[in-house]
């Protein structure tokens, strides 16, 4: 009879140890919206359940070499909203990706209202104070030319996704394509 007993203990803890371990592996996103597998940003700005009208939170939630980018916060902050994906590169038009990041100047938070597939004509050059925010949209850069980061500090890139190019690298120029 106690042989019985030990077995039916190992197998319940074998079990419930499977059940922990599905449940880790498998487990659906939290009430507040994160979800186990998540990393140490996503895992910050998530716990934020209204980090649509806060987006800017964001910089206080980078780690690593970079440090906090709160550099890309604050006074002077111009939140802007991508609406048109199209791309001119010699006069670019209000509502587009280039002339968010190229004709506003100093800090610049850039959101997207939809998801788009942007085709850039040229390469875009990204400015320091730049924050590229795909969050709550699918948003790809994809079939054209990239995004070029020159002698720059404090770039953010969230959610964004680059199709058809290679990360190109030469000392001070990143391209991201």
């Known amino acids: 009879m106690s042989s019985r007993i030990i ?3 190992v197998m319940s803890t074998i079990v419930l140890s ?3 371990i599905l449940g ?4 659906p996103d939290l009430a507040d919206g994160v979800a186990v597998g998540d990393n140490v940003i996503d895992r ?11 987006r800017h939170q964001l910089a206080t939630c980078s780690v690593g070499f970079s440090g906090k980018m709160t550099g ?3 006074k002077g902050t111009v939140s802007y909203t991508v609406t048109d994906p199209g791309d001119d590169p010699l006069n670019p038009r209000p509502g587009t990706l280039r002339y968010g990041a190229t004709m506003i100047k100093g800090k610049v938070w850039i959101s ?3 998801d788009m597939t942007i085709k850039l004509a040229k390469p875009l050059l990204i ?6 925010d795909g969050r709550g949209a699918t948003v790809h850069i994809a079939g054209g030319a990239c995004l070029t980061v020159l002698q720059v500090i404090k770039i953010i890139s969230i959610d964004v996704y680059f199709f058809n190019r290679f990360l190109k690298y030469q000392p001070v120029l990143i ?3």
């Open 7 to 9: 077995i039916d203990s």
């Open 18 to 20: 499977l059940l922990i």
């Open 24 to 27: 880790v592996l498998f487990a």
């Open 44 to 54: 910050c700005w998530k716990l934020n359940s209204d980090w649509r009208r806060n």
């Open 72 to 74: 890309n916060i604050g």
């Open 112 to 114: 997207f209202q939809r």
């Open 127 to 132: 400015g320091s104070f730049t924050a590229i």
């Open 175 to 177: 391209s991201l394509c």
